[in-house]
């Protein structure tokens, strides 16, 4: 039991730097954080605190390393759970989950001696979809449970909660989320343009030898509409055709195949799906 990483890739520690692209999400959260972390201030202008953030934006774009990268950058620890984790759970046992959820990253900070915890939950449309009439009961029990967690969250309590969310489905969202005092501030992170692409590609060549003619430059150019996951396959899969070829280095003809294969491979999820 316990929190998870959602996802097995990402170092332990991750600092914005090791973020490509989304220059504004992460100035928008750096931001945030700032002002979230300055409480004494805040009580004193009577401002109402902000509770949550909600990351919102397609798959693969990087908001799990923006939260890992704030609690990094607030000297905080990070638990994590995902709103999938919450589907077909009995009626109860996911707001039990949120419960713990919330005093396993006060325990935890305490015993670590930080001041502040992020908690970040991935997917919370499948906790917090819109509520339905009593379609889906199971769900309005986590939900609630969320809301009073958060109605519980006060910025100068010992240890801090710092709560992020993201979601893909924006739109899906229970409006008692969306209320002030709640996750009232989004911050969009989108696929990468260009220079973002480029900048996530040299993150993740970073530990690759790359032959004198492999250029990044122009597989930024030709994976226009990817996302930073997919950039990461690109490279992890080039590396994979050079060592089958039993090539020292990684060369232009490898990240071309690679493209290519990463491309297919969305057309057919893509396929399956429809
Ligand atoms: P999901 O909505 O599917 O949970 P996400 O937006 O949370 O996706 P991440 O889990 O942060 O996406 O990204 C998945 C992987 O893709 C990362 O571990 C990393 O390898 C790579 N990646 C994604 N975006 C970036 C980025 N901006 N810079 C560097 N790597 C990235």
Do not use: C, W
């Not at 996911?94 to 006060?106: Q, S, V």
């Not at 969250?153 to 209320?179: C, F, G, Q, V, Y």
């Not at 990240?255 to 429809?274: H, P």
């Amino acid at each position: 039991g316990g929190a998870r990483e959602s996802k097995g890739k990402a170092p332990a520690v991750l600092s914005f730097d090791d973020i490509g692209g989304q220059e504004r999400p992460k100035q928008e959260l750096i931001e945030a954080l700032d002002f979230l972390v300055r409480h004494e201030e805040i009580a004193k202008f009577g401002i109402r605190p902000l509770k949550g953030i909600l990351l919102t934006g397609p798959p693969g774009t990087g908001k799990t390393l923006l939260a890992k990268a704030a609690a990094h950058y607030t000297d905080s620890i990070y638990v994590a759970a995902s709103g999938s984790e919450f589907v077909e759970m009995y009626v109860g046992v996911g707001a039990g989950r949120i419960r713990d959820l919330f005093k396993e990253a006060r325990k935890k900070a305490s015993k670590a001696g930080k001041a502040s915890a992020v908690i970040f939950i991935d997917e919370i449309d499948v906790i917090g979809g819109k509520r339905d009439g009593g379609q889906h009961r199971e769900y309005d029990q986590t939900l609630n449970q969320l809301l009073t967690e958060m109605d519980g969250i006060h910025t100068n309590e010992s240890p801090r909660i710092l709560l992020i969310a993201a979601t893909n489905r924006k739109e899906m969202l229970d409006s008692a989320l969306l209320r002030p005092g709640r996750f009232d501030r989004h911050i969009g992170v989108d696929l990468p343009d260009k220079k973002g692409r480029l900048h996530i590609l040299n993150i993740h060549g970073r530990n690759k030898p790359l032959a004198k003619d492999a250029s990044l430059e122009r597989v930024a150019e030709e994976s226009f509409g990817f996302s930073g996951a997919q950039l990461e396959s690109v490279m992890n899969e080039a590396a994979i055709y050079a060592l089958r070829e039993a090539k020292p280095l990684i060369g232009q003809q490898h990240l071309s195949m690679a493209i290519d294969k990463v491309m297919m491979g969305e057309k057919t999820d893509r396929e399956a799906t429809n």
